[in-house]
């Protein structure tokens, strides 16, 4: 058997034991579940191998393995097909599609603060923003990242109820950062896809864009958050130093720009995942509407007849709870 045949076989060995987790014991986390059969590998390079695999986990959830659930793992992927669609221009441009064909009122950079229904308001729900606008209507649609939410970022007043609080704490709320780095010219292979680094001490995943000479590094879950403390020179040195062992002859890049999601008050963060102990419970906890009906919750994390944490759950999310409120204001 070559390293990678053994490789695979340890990883269905560890995602057996993942799978295969007794549902009636107490939630653990994926990292604890895998650590015994882990360190029995004793092959450095094996060890890296299996581990650059166990990243791309990390990769996708944004949280370290330390940190996801095993009893939810892969729960949060519903019944979504293969990613197969990216859209020109960004999904920006397909959002000003729908509400330039339907002609409605979004208004942009507009920060709400405070979110009031007061006993004396007659159930009406009232919304401030940050340069000082109200607005009132019947019922509210929340869609903030749940990383705003964690982070108490809008006021509410009755407060959020506690067993909303408790699902928004419970919930994984991930840290996907990119960096962007352009060259001059290309010093890598011009038919890679990817770039992986493996080192003892950290994983380094890169996407090739050959015809703009950048390279994008993703960078997760506390890696990530690691990141986000050093300055966009730092960053990119580090980035420099450990690609240029693989390719001395690279010049430094002329362009880069560092993402910083977690530092980001308007996301806190990028996508949720299922933390140990969270599970599809805290995500239906978390789409339950509150304030008697007056406040409705939608967004990636509330997506609980199918994915966590893609454009598609957000989007089915929004259209479950417009369907919702369409139904009242008729009946009302
Ligand atoms: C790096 C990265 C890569 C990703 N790749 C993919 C992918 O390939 N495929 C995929 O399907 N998904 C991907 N996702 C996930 C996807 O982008 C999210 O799941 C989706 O955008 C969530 O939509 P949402 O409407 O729930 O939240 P968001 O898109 O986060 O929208 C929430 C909005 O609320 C606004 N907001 C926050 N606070 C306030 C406030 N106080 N007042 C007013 N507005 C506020 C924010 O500005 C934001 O516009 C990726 C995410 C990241 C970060």
């Keep these: 058997m070559d390293l990678i045949d053994q490789a695979e076989s340890i990883l269905q060995q560890l995602f057996t034991a993942i799978k295969q987790y007794p549902r009636e014991k107490e939630d653990i986390s994926i990292f604890n579940v895998i650590r015994d059969e882990y ?3 004793e092959d450095e390079k094996m060890r890296r191998i299996v581990g650059m695999c ?8 944004g949280s370290d393995l330390t940190e996801l659930s095993t009893k939810s793992y892969g729960v949060a992927d519903g019944n979504l097909d293969a990613p197969v669609l990216t859209i020109d221009n960004g999904l920006g441009s397909f959002i000003k599609q729908i509400v330039n064909r339907h002609n409605l009122p979004v208004e942009l950079n507009t920060i709400v603060t405070h979110i009031e ?5 007659n159930g009406i729900v009232h919304i401030s923003t940050l340069d000082g606008r109200h607005y ?3 019922y509210v649609l929340i869609t903030i990242p749940l990383g705003c939410l964690k982070a108490r970022s809008i006021v509410f007043n009755p407060s959020i109820p506690d067993w909303k609080l408790l699902a928004v704490d419970k919930m994984g709320f991930g840290l996907l950062n990119k960096v962007f780095l352009q060259f001059s010219s290309i010093f890598w292979e011009e038919n890679l896809q990817n770039i992986d680094i493996i080192t003892n001490h950290y994983y380094q995943f890169y996407i090739c864009m050959p015809e703009s000479c950048i390279l994008v590094l993703y960078a997760a879950g506390s890696y990530a958050r ?7 020179e730092e960053t990119v040195q580090t980035l420099v130093t450990s690609l240029g062992r693989i390719y001395p002859l690279m010049t430094d890049p002329i ?5 910083r999601r977690a530092h980001d008050p308007y996301a806190c963060g990028s996508y949720s995942n299922f933390a140990v102990g969270a599970d599809l419970e805290t995500v239906k906890e978390l789409a339950r ?3 008697d009906g007056g406040v409705h919750w939608a967004g990636e994390n509330t997506n609980y007849s199918g994915s966590i944490g893609y454009v598609d759950s957000a989007f089915e999310s929004g259209q479950r709870e417009a369907k919702y409120i369409q139904e009242k204001l008729k009946q009302s």
Excluded at 54 to 61: R, S, T, Y
Excluded at 117 to 121: D, F, L, T, V
Excluded at 226 to 232: G, K, L, N, R, V
């Design 136 to 138: 009132s209507s019947k």
């Design 117 to 121: 229904i007061s006993n004396q308001s």
């Design 289 to 291: 509407e509150s304030h």
């Design 255 to 259: 362009k880069w720009l560092v993402t």
């Design 226 to 232: 690691e990141f986000e403390q050093y300055t966009d």
């Design 54 to 61: 166990l990243a791309a986990i990390e990769d996708h959830e």
């Design 39 to 41: 360190d029995k590998i």
